[in-house]
């Protein structure tokens, strides 16, 4: 008895929380199963490539992840081609929002790649467990160290130095653990210059500082249930973006949990996890670095949310169920203060943001019904209701006259999938409904600028839900050697929100040329296909592949913008004795279906080749890896469909990482 | 370990204290434009068993446009005075005297009870430059007259600024704005006062004052186009949507809508236009977007600030 509650316990703080492989369970000898699946399954934040990268790295190594880059630093990252208002990006359910009207700050720039275990990426509606989405979900899941029979102290120092923006980082972790109680902690700093392009030319404001520490603690009540506290604080400072008139001085990212987990080990239902949240964000752009800006302009922005998230799993036999209630209230709050060169007399006031609240509040289930071991079932939905409230409502008023305070939404979502193996192969079909608000900027924002159209952006608080039809399907085949996998989807989306010309504006920022209004079109389609293939040359040589490729057209079959052209990632794998080899090629054919009317120009293909090796040794107790490679060995001058303002991306990289373990 | 832990925790919280503070938008709305809603004395004479009382907005009259009560107490009830005038007066240097728009004959408003009107004090007082007020009735079938030095002060709220232009007829305009004192970051409704000089047809005659030198009307029929733009050289000439042509009401007043879509300085950019549609001042201005270049403005135009 005491074993299985030991037992229960390493499963529960197992933090891998996958419901699906949790439900599989029958009884207590295959719970030991499960738990050495979650070990092994929880992946490493590291790419084939490179041992010590960024959270965005990682991402981007995912190929249903794009990014639309505007520097070195804080990547905006697109699922299925969606920009991140179309994405639930949450930090372990915990919703956070960015307060940068710019999207400087997407939430996985306030994590750190040594306070993450894995990124779980779930595509279309199956992602709306933790909230109403269209493009899918990104849940940035942290690192917590299971409770252990005896004191445990485990940690990892990794350190290393990149020679194009002469980045120094340094990140450590610990860990500590026994039955009772756990601690984990880490702490990181990374300091990076400007970096070169592929003409060997620096690319100014491009520099970074990120430090990032978290803490985590938990005690365990009873045999089967704990409580644990988290904080994440995330300070970057003097972030250059060579792609905006205006850099980064200051942001910071507090984000704090406190949960309690209740396991049950009899009835239907088995886990109960529930968590209250805060997280406080505060980003403060600086444009007086740049000399070609003859006015200054302010815009500090700040969004602060609370929130509850509890989740209860239920197995019964062949059917198991995720239910979640997701609640939050977020206000964002981004102002303009625009002064002269002589700075001593301001001579404009407004808020981009007019301290918008959004309230939402949802009820989700994912479900399973297993018919054989062969074909299962999975099908869930959600219900969301969503409530915006803006206090300064006379800055929305001025373009949509008479519109309301406030706007109440309710957001349903649907989705069912059928997987079937047959022997080698695994085949699979969907379909995904759901609807989504319009987030803060495309509702309430305020002479938004962007600078990749050069257009200032008004939102539109009576904009209809968007609503997503989706169909997808994927077929696999595997064997000891080799896989094979094909993988699309399908989305048609009605209300799609996009910034079209608003002719009766004019325009407020320094580098602007118009306005635009955020509109809906009667409807976008998008469609993704990704292709991958592994094959086993020889037991120490292996070869990866992706291909992917995107289409995706408006309502006039115009083009939408940042789709990404074909595009393809192979890589070569050798390992020998305590010596790894990598070498991969990457690159984006060129880009045919550009948007002129969005601010796009045609891309050129580009191709990038990258090496690395890596030797690993002990010293006493500690396991040690040193890894030395270059990104862009052919020094290639390029920039990609997603590059705002087409900035050249880094050039040659020699990078040299060491990495200690115990 | 577990101690070093907790320091940092309480590291991070420590410099987790804010950083700017957030703009209080109410409090400097507040500051920058002053609102008046009452009505105070601002001007007392007491002659011949009458006491007469002039109130204006905050008891103090403004360059600009000043909407008046004149409340007369005496032996005879208001109801039973006849013939009630209202004259200002200015008196320069060299000693000549004009006056400037205002209503001349006041009519008792039962329902207010008081005579309501309006003046639009085209400077403020100076050592040089005094302003009286005549003020004349008849009660009793005796006619009985007043006279009162005043002080016109610098309005400071540029919101109720005034111009004052010859028009391509020949004649002297005068455009007061009356409305909003406190613009807000969304459509304004606004409100000016057109008022034209009538040149005497014949040197003065009488006793001082002689009314006919100093006629001022308010003109019927005209049209004011509008152009709010932001001169700054930082805002490029930026401007705002949905704004209103400004046309005559009832009261004789002209009343459009202005949109401010932020805080700041604004250009309101006029033309104006007779009653057959003639351009009498002002022009077109550009409408381009021109960052760094000081905003162009009408030749008839009103700064405000708020």
């Given amino acids: ?662 | 370990m577990e101690k070093a832990i907790f320091f940092l925790a309480i590291a991070c919280l420590a410099v987790m204290s804010c950083t700017k503070e957030k703009t209080d938008y109410q409090a400097e709305i507040d500051t920058v434009v002053g609102e008046h809603s009452e009505f105070k004395e601002a001007a007392s004479i007491s002659s011949a068993g009458y006491h007469i009382s002039i109130e204006a907005l905050n008891g103090i009259f403004y360059k600009g446009y000043n909407e008046i009560r004149l409340k007369i107490s005496g032996s005879q009830p208001n109801e039973n005075l006849s013939a009630v005038t209202f004259l200002p007066v200015i008196t320069n240097a060299e000693g000549s005297k004009t006056s400037c728009p205002h209503r001349y004959n006041l009519v008792y408003s039962t329902d207010d009870k008081y005579f309501p009107g309006y003046v639009v004090f085209t400077s403020e007082s100076s050592t040089n430059e005094t302003w009286e007020l005549h003020i004349s009735f008849t009660g009793n079938d005796q006619t009985y007259s007043a006279r009162q030095n005043i002080t016109v002060r610098e309005q400071t709220n540029k919101n109720l600024n005034m111009t004052t232009f010859v028009g391509k007829d020949g004649e002297q305009y005068f455009i007061a704005l009356v409305a909003p004192q406190k613009p807000k970051v969304a459509e304004n409704e606004l409100v000016a006062g057109i008022y034209k000089f009538n040149k005497p047809d014949a040197p003065p005659s009488g006793n001082f004052p002689d009314p006919s030198q100093f006629s001022y009307t308010e003109v019927n029929g005209y049209a004011l186009q509008l152009d709010p733009r932001m001169p700054e050289p930082s805002m490029g000439n930026h401007s705002s949507p949905n704004n209103k042509d400004l046309a005559q009401q009832d009261d004789g007043l002209y009343y459009g809508v202005v949109n401010y879509t932020m805080t700041g300085n604004w250009t309101l950019n006029f033309i104006m236009l007779n009653q057959n549609g003639k351009i009498l001042k002002g022009t077109e201005v550009p409408a381009d977007f021109t960052p760094g270049v000081e905003g162009v403005k009408s030749e008839l135009y009103i700064d405000i600030l708020f």
């Fill in chain 1, 1 to 662: 008895m005491k074993q299985l509650s030991i037992i229960f316990c390493i499963l529960f703080l197992g933090i891998k929380a996958n419901a699906q492989q949790a439900q599989e369970e029958k009884d207590s000898t295959q719970v030991l199963e499960e738990v050495t699946i979650v070990a092994k399954a929880k992946k490493k934040i590291e790419t084939d490539m490179k041992m010590a990268v960024s959270v965005d790295d990682y991402l981007a190594s995912s190929d249903n992840i794009s990014f639309i880059k505007r520097g070195a630093y804080a990547w905006e990252p697109l699922l299925n081609n969606m920009s991140t208002e179309r994405s639930s990006i949450t930090i372990d359910g915990m919703h956070v929002f960015g307060a940068c009207t710019d999207k400087m700050d997407p939430i996985t720039s306030y994590v750190e790649s040594n306070n993450l275990s894995t990124i779980d990426i779930k595509s279309g509606q199956e992602g709306s467990l933790h909230g109403a989405t269209v493009a899918g979900s990104i849940d940035l899941k942290r690192k917590s160290t299971p409770f252990s029979l005896e004191k445990k102290y485990s940690g990892a120092y990794q350190t290393g130095f990149e020679f194009n923006n002469q980045q120094l980082f340094n990140l450590g972790n610990l860990s500590y653990s026994n039955d009772k109680f756990v601690a984990d902690g880490s702490i990181s700093f990374r300091k990076a210059g400007n970096y070169y392009d592929g003409n060997n030319e620096e690319v100014k404001h491009s520099q970074y500082n990120k430090f990032n520490t978290s803490l985590g603690l938990a005690y365990k009540t009873s045999p089967l249930s704990a409580v644990r506290v988290d904080a994440i604080f995330d300070k970057a400072k003097n972030v250059g973006f060579p792609a905006l008139p205006m850099d980064l001085w200051l942001s910071r990212a507090i984000i704090t949990s406190a949960s309690y987990k209740q396991l049950f080990e009899e009835g239907f239902i088995r886990v109960w996890d529930t968590k209250l949240y805060f997280n406080a964000v505060e980003h403060y752009m600086d444009d007086t670095r740049r000399p070609e800006n003859l006015v200054h302009m302010d815009m500090p922005g700040w969004s602060t949310t609370y929130g509850l998230v509890s989740r209860v799993n239920i197995k019964h036999g062949d059917y198991a169920s995720e239910i979640q209630l997701n609640v939050y209230d977020n206000l964002s709050i981004a102002e303009m203060t625009m002064y002269p060169q002589d700075r001593s007399k301001k001579t404009m006031f407004a808020y981009s943001w007019p301290w918008v609240t959004t309230r939402f509040a949802s009820l989700a289930m994912n479900n399973s019904l297993d018919f054989s071991e062969k074909s299962r079932l999975n099908f869930g939905g959600s219900l969301g209701y969503n409530y915006n409230h803006s206090r300064y409502a006379e800055f929305n008023r001025i373009f949509h006259p008479g519109t309301p305070q406030e706007k109440s939404r309710i957001l349903p979502g649907l989705h069912a999938s059928y997987q079937l193996s047959v022997r080698q192969f695994d085949f699979s079909v969907g379909a995904g409904y759901g609807h989504r608000a319009p987030s803060v900027s495309e509702g309430y924002g305020y002479y938004i600028y962007n600078s990749f159209d050069r257009y200032d952006y008004i939102g539109n608080p009576d904009l209809k839900n968007e609503i997503s039809y989706e169909a997808n399907a994927s077929a696999g085949f595997k064997n000891e050697r080799m896989g094979v996998e094909a993988k699309v989807n399908y989305f048609h989306i009605q209300n799609y929100i996009i910034g079209r010309i608003l002719n009766l504006g004019s325009p407020m920022n320094y580098q602007s040329v118009g306005v635009k209004g955020y509109t809906s079109l009667n409807h976008a389609s998008i469609f993704n296909i990704a292709l991958n293939t592994r094959y086993d040359i020889l037991q120490h040589l292996h070869w990866k592949g992706t291909l992917t490729y995107a289409r995706a057209t408006d309502d006039k079959k115009g083009n939408l913008p940042f789709i990404r052209p074909l595009s393809y990632q192979t890589s070569l794998h050798f390992m020998h004795k305590r010596m790894g080899v990598q070498t991969s090629l990457n690159g984006d054919f060129a880009q045919r279906n550009y948007s002129p009317e969005y601010g796009e120009d045609q891309t050129p293909a580009y191709m990038i080749l990258n090496i690395s090796a890596n030797y690993t040794f002990s010293i006493k107790n500690c396991k040690t890896v040193l890894q030395v490679g270059a990104e862009n060995v052919l020094n290639e001058y390029y920039s990609t469909y997603a590059d705002w303002g087409n900035i050249p991306r880094m050039g040659r990289n020699i990078f040299t990482s060491l990495k200690f373990s115990f």
